[in-house]
T-cell receptor, first 115, second 117 residues
Framework: KAGVTQTPRYLIKTRGQQVTLSCSPI?????VSWYQQTPGQGLQFLFE???????NKGNFPGRFSGRQFSNSRSEMNVSTLELGDSALYLC??????????????FGDGTRLSIL | AQSVTQLGSHVSVSEGALVLLRCNYS??????LFWYVQYPNQGLQLLLK??????LVKGINGFEAEFKKSETSFHLTKPSAHMSDAAEYFC???????????????FGKGTSLLVTP
């Protein structure tokens, strides 16, 4: 069974640009969450999608947005990139939207570097 | 909101020694607790989880954790450390208040485990 797949693995952008990251969840998983990992702030929750609906959102500015498609694949978009957006972006999927006994499984992340 | 605190950003043990990584949680509802491990340039891998039931939880790679409500703790242990255990370890609590609140994990800052020969 394939794991969570994130593309691309590495990305270099400049300030002011925008970027789109992709995440394919484990087959059968319908919940997809996104996290930002930085040395200073650690792991922070961005948002969660279930059945194409955003169910939960972390404390990030509106420049960060996402969506989920009918096949459960998800994309995350960041507009007007800032230096502080440099981070490892992790996607996680789970079967159910509440966690319960279905923990989240993580991909290897997309490392975004802003020059 | 639920949160976790990991005591000690760096822990060093000798190969074969006991591993103890500390995690304390704060939660207004019965917590769901998790330990994840992260190796360099990789994502997070689930070690173990506690939701309900038995308070002593066994995970992969010989790790286990005990949920202690009275101490609001969920410490991770392993009787004998291996060199391959060197990694970053994260404790997390699930934010699952309310049926429509969605799902999010609140992570601790992480503990870097160093295993020396």
């Amino acid at each position: 069974k394939a794991g969570v797949t994130q593309t691309p693995r590495y990305l270099i952008k400049t300030r002011g640009q925008q970027v789109t990251l992709s995440c394919s969840p484990i087959s059968g998983h319908r919940s997809v969450s996104w996290y930002q990992q930085t040395p200073g702030q650690g792991l922070q929750f961005l948002f969660e999608y279930f059945s194409e609906t955003q169910r939960n959102k972390g404390n990030f500015p509106g420049r960060f947005s996402g969506r989920q498609f009918s096949n459960s694949r998800s994309e995350m978009n960041v507009s007007t990139l800032e230096l502080g957006d440099s981070a490892l972006y992790l996607c996680a999927s789970s079967f159910s939207p509440t966690g319960d006994n279905q923990p989240q499984h993580f991909g290897d992340g997309t490392r975004l570097s802003i020059l | 909101a639920q949160s976790v605190t990991q005591l000690g950003s760096h822990v060093s043990v000798s190969e074969g020694a006991l591993v103890l990584l500390r995690c304390n949680y704060s939660s207004s509802v019965p917590p769901y607790l998790f330990w994840y491990v992260q190796y360099p340039n990789q994502g997070l891998q689930l070690l173990l989880k506690y939701t309900t039931g038995a308070t002593l939880v066994k995970g992969i790679n010989g790790f286990e954790a005990e949920f202690k409500k009275s101490e609001t703790s969920f410490h991770l242990t392993k009787p004998s450390a291996h060199m391959s255990d060197a990694a970053e370890y994260f404790c997390a609590v699930s934010d699952h208040e309310g049926s429509n609140s969605g799902y999010a994990l609140n992570f601790g800052k992480g503990t870097s485990l160093l295993v020396t020969p």
